[in-house]
């Protein structure tokens, strides 16, 4: 459905009670000194990402400048799974930061190019949403990057099966371990913007409305976002 358009929210930002720091990612040293690999050049260091963790629980937060600083949400679970959600200025997902709850490393999606250490200027705790797929069963269209529509249907089961466009989406839902959330598998097909497979979440929120909920996820290395509204 070209032209949809997502509803600008205003999100808190408060006073800075932290700091965003980028420490520059491990460099090599050349001339075959240790540490290099068998071409005398420096190995590949994976940069490290670390976000400030928060009590389990879903907040709205503020990172970087105090004076201009981005703003998002935060998914904490029991089991230690977080996910963080950072908007452009329309709202749309600018970038996605996850950890498992069996890792203690954090993934960012886009990747870091450089050591990353995230601290939160500000949260703000969030009143936890049910998350039902037999609550949400109906039709739904999200809009694409390019403009065009994607149709879906969700079952009571929880199962995504893809409508009459051209854009093929079709997945599952399942029990989520984030709060207001359910865990989310995806595939789409002939989908501007959209990786073939994703995992993630779907997200119910009050700041999303008049969208019912949103698809977040990632491939590893590509992000998903699409705000999903009834039909």
Do not use: H
Not at 94 to 107: C, E, I, M, Q, T
Not at 159 to 179: Q, V
Not at 205 to 230: C, E, H, I
Request: with cysteine; glycine share 12%.
């Amino acid at each position: 459905m070209k032209g949809l358009r997502f509803m600008n929210r205003t999100l808190a930002t408060g006073g800075a009670l932290a700091t965003l720091l980028l420490l520059a990612a491990c460099g090599g040293g050349g001339n075959g000194s240790s540490g290099s690999n068998g071409n005398g050049s420096a190995p590949a260091v994976t940069p490290k990402v670390s976000v400030q963790d928060l009590a389990p629980g879903s907040y709205t937060v503020s990172v970087g400048n105090a004076d201009q600083p981005a703003v998002g949400k935060y998914y904490a679970g029991e089991d230690g799974s977080r996910l963080l959600l950072l908007a452009k200025t329309d709202d749309t997902l600018d970038r996605l930061f996850r950890r498992d709850g069996a890792s203690p490393a954090w993934v960012a999606v886009p990747a870091s190019q450089s050591d990353l250490e995230l601290a939160l200027l500000r949260s703000d705790p969030m009143a936890a949403q049910v998350a039902d797929a037999g609550a949400l069963a109906g039709n739904y269209v999200a809009a694409l990057s390019d403009g065009t529509a994607a149709r879906f249907a969700v079952d009571a089961a929880g199962a995504i099966a893809a409508g009459d466009t051209d854009c093929k989406l079709s997945g599952r839902l399942s029990a989520g371990k984030l709060p207001s959330t359910l865990a989310l598998d995806l595939n789409a097909s002939n989908c501007a913007g959209l990786a073939a497979a994703n995992r993630g979440a779907l997200v119910i929120d009050g700041d999303y409305a008049p969208a019912r909920f949103r698809l977040v996820g990632d491939n590893g290395t590509q992000s998903l976002d699409l705000w999903a509204y009834k039909e």
